[in-house]
């Protein structure tokens, strides 16, 4: 099985911070309340709350490959 990779489009996320609230092991807002992933490549443990906060995303700013 294939890592699961996470990037976010930061000229697409709106800051509504959901995918941090669910999944705060992967990401977080920075300073200007822009989500950012602090990893490329997903953790087995957290690749359900990954996707989930990806299909969350209201702008789908949360790009997996």
Do not use: W
């Not at 099985?1 to 709106?14: A, G, P, S």
């Amino acid at each position: 099985m294939e890592n699961l990779r996470v990037n976010v489009d930061q000229n697409e996320c709106i800051g509504c911070g959901i995918c941090a609230e669910m999944c705060p092991g992967v990401f977080a807002l920075d300073p200007q309340g822009i989500s950012d992933a602090n990893t490329s490549v997903v953790s087995p443990a957290l690749t359900s709350a990954v996707r989930q906060a990806a299909q969350e995303c209201p702008t789908a700013a949360i790009k997996l490959y």
